[in-house]
């Protein structure tokens, strides 16, 4: 459904503006970039307000809203599990996490396996993680496409090239100051955007029991509406994606304090929960009144017909720069990795700082232009399915190799680490591949990583002249 025929001045004005201050907030940000750590963990003097903002900034993308209303419009409350998971998954973080990653100045998570399980581990996780998170950019760049030329009659290249324009603002010269800032600017829109039409729909339909009344408990208002197995899947998909993403990562690397790395990550859990209720309030008002409409633009389509003109062009700006948030972040996030743990390691070792932060910035560049390629040529293809490849393979490659690297480093093989890091991914693939429609691929590809953690730690030995690696050298006691 296109939409532009609907569109007034005020709704151009209202999208230009918010254009307009995002971009200048992305801008302002380049100011703080002196170095290549703080393009990358910005000085490490980040508050829990741009820890947040880079964390929620990231994660609250077009899923989280426009994907929540089109899920819940066609399944009910089930919807909300996107941003219930990603919540408990920044709690997590803060809980069990944050103290051993920011004890152990890294800058990614790649390095930091690497204290553990040698350096053999770091270009494979940095590559699996890397593969896994660009999937994801896939999706965000699909949904940004959908959403940009069903409101305006434009081409997917022309949006896909205005999407990459916005990333390039939003990040490439702000580094982790760029996705903090405009996260927080970002956050405040939206917020503003999913209260008003959360509200609006629930008034609409007469409150709850205008809600009860046109729709029955089951499946409307379970969590478990589709099937226990399918929504308990995403819900743990999405906490397993947060604790294995370098970008969350390294929001809690970019602190100036542990006790702001924790705040940080309790800030974005506590406001990440519930905005997804937004969504799923919508995604039903839609789905009583308006049964026909595609479920891709059931938020936009709310937006146009039902909010002021001028406010609505703030809120249509708003789910696009979520996109857009998501898109970048991530973006900052894999090309953390491939410029410190592979270009830095292997390539340049002896490579300047401002040659650091320049190759830094053309891999964004380059990742931008591949990603462009990918979505141009997979419109239409389905956005989720790309995200839950993009997540199986973070977390079978990373999150059990990390959290042993955390809590039994001292029972744990250089070799296991690698094994983990290798057969969690190869597995998560193989079941995708021989039995698309039973369990999720995620679990097989989880219990791979951990039995090989295991499994291999008991049958090898760590070398009694294994020195710690250098990065952890300047830790604190």
Not at 61 to 80: D, E, N
Not at 313 to 331: K, P
Not at 368 to 387: A, F, H, K, R
Request: glycine letters at 12%; aromatic letters at 12%.
């Amino acid at each position: 459904m296109n939409l532009l025929s609907q569109l007034t001045t005020g709704h151009v004005i209202g999208v230009v503006v918010t254009f307009i201050v995002m971009t200048a907030v992305g801008l302002y940000a380049m100011r703080k970039v002196k170095s290549s750590e703080d393009f990358s963990v910005s000085g490490r003097k980040a508050s829990a307000a741009v820890i947040s903002g880079t964390l929620m900034g990231t994660a609250i993308g077009g899923s989280a809203t426009i994907g929540t209303a089109q899920m819940a419009f066609k399944y009910g409350l089930c919807g909300w599990w996107f941003t219930l998971g990603v919540g408990i998954g920044f709690l997590l973080l803060g809980l069990i996490m944050a103290s051993k990653l920011y004890a152990s100045r890294v800058e990614t998570a790649p390095q930091f396996l690497v204290g553990t399980y040698g350096n053999a581990i770091g270009p494979i996780s940095s590559i699996f993680t890397s593969i896994g998170i660009w999937l994801s950019i896939v999706a965000n760049g699909l949904a940004f496409v959908a959403l940009l030329t069903s409101i305006f009659s434009i081409t997917a290249w022309t949006a896909a090239l205005i999407g990459i324009a916005l990333v390039f603002a939003y990040v490439l010269f702000g580094g982790v100051w760029g996705t903090g800032f405009v996260g927080v600017t970002k956050l405040i829109f939206l917020y503003f955007a999913v209260l008003i039409c959360g509200i609006m729909s629930y008034v609409m339909m007469g409150g709850m029991e205008g809600l009860f009344a046109r729709f029955p408990m089951h499946p409307w208002f379970s969590l478990v509406g589709r099937s226990v197995n399918q929504d308990l899947a995403g819900g743990f998909s999405m906490i397993v994606g947060i604790l294995s993403t370098q970008t969350y990562i390294q929001g809690v690397l970019s602190a100036k304090s542990l006790k702001e790395a924790r705040k940080g990550t309790f800030i974005s859990a506590f406001f990440s929960i519930p905005i997804g209720l937004g969504g799923v309030l919508v995604g039903l008002y839609m789905q009583a009144n308006f049964p026909t409409a595609p479920s891709e633009s059931v938020f936009p389509i709310f937006i146009i017909k039902f909010i002021n003109p001028f406010v609505a062009g703030v809120i249509l700006a708003t789910l696009l720069i979520s996109a857009i948030g998501t898109w970048a972040g991530l973006t900052l996030g894999i090309s953390t990795m491939l410029t410190k743990d592979i270009y830095k390691k292997f390539i340049r070792p002896k490579s300047s700082d401002s040659e650091v932060l320049l190759t830094q910035r053309l891999m964004i560049v380059a990742l931008c232009i591949i990603t462009v390629i990918m979505v141009t040529g997979n419109v239409g293809s389905l956005i989720m399915g790309w995200s839950f490849l993009s997540l199986g393979l973070r977390g079978c490659a990373a999150l059990f190799p990390l959290l042993g690297a955390m809590y039994f480093k001292r029972w744990l093989t250089p070799a296991a680490g690698v094994t983990a890091a290798l057969l969690g991914p190869l597995a998560d693939l193989a079941w995708r591949l021989l039995n698309p429609h039973g369990l999720d691929p995620l679990y097989p590809g989880l219990i791979a990583s951990l039995l090989s953690l295991i499994i291999v730690s008991y049958f090898t030995k760590k070398k009694p002249q294994e020195a710690p690696v250098k990065i952890f050298e300047n830790a604190p006691n």
